[in-house]
């Protein structure tokens, strides 16, 4: 439903931007992305209107995330069946379930933190720097933590199982020398190269 409301939305602003019609983006009743995907036999040529836009959305909401992946679904429930009753894991909420496959998220405590975190090329566990960015990290909401994962540790928005202790290699944190070998890199590699005067 969320799907489908999005979608008409963006359907609409896109349709109501300097008032160009809907035929105008050209879609057609194929999988946007992959021409040879017809989600309706026979109506592949035909191009969305606002006529046909309801059904064109819940064709592509059906192929998207319902019976365009029931394959792949049942590939998982059979797999994962063979280890586990999946049956059992009914009586589980959504939240519970994430609980338990990947446990509780971990608390970023000053002390785990620098037992976790490698210092390194000048830097030590009570470098200011690394005190100050230590004490930013303990303030971290669990949506800033998950964040901060993907964006510097593992391109993931969650820890291994074992959170910060697990990580391999670990999180390296180095001084600025580093950081100035790199950018004195950056600016000497393409000097000259761009000239615009």
């Known amino acids: 439903m969320i799907v489908w409301f999005l979608f008409v939305s963006l359907l609409f602003f896109l349709n109501s931007l300097r008032g160009a019609p809907m035929e105008d983006l050209c ?80 608390i970023w405590e000053a002390k785990s933190l620098v037992d976790n975190i490698k210092f390194d090329h000048g830097f030590t566990p009570k470098s200011p720097a690394i005190i100050n960015l230590l004490e930013i990290m303990t303030k971290f909401t669990l949506d800033q933590q998950h964040a901060f994962c993907q964006f510097v540790i593992v ?22 020398e580093v950081m100035r070998k790199k950018l004195l890199y950056a600016i000497l590699e393409g000097c000259g190269s761009f000239d615009l005067s």
């Open 27 to 106: 879609l057609d009743f194929t999988l946007p992305g992959f021409p040879d995907y017809f989600l309706k036999e026979g109506e592949q040529n035909i191009i969305v209107n606002i006529h046909n836009l309801k059904e064109y959305v819940s064709l592509l909401v059906d192929v998207t995330v319902k019976s365009g992946i029931m394959k792949q679904v049942e590939a998982f429930i059979l797999g994962f069946s063979q280890d586990f009753d999946i049956s059992s894991l009914q009586i589980f909420s959504p939240q519970e379930l994430d609980y338990l496959i990947c446990r509780r998220q971990e």
């Open 155 to 176: 391109a993931s928005s969650r820890l291994p199982t074992g959170g910060l202790a697990a990580l391999s290699p670990k999180l390296t944190i180095v001084q600025q």
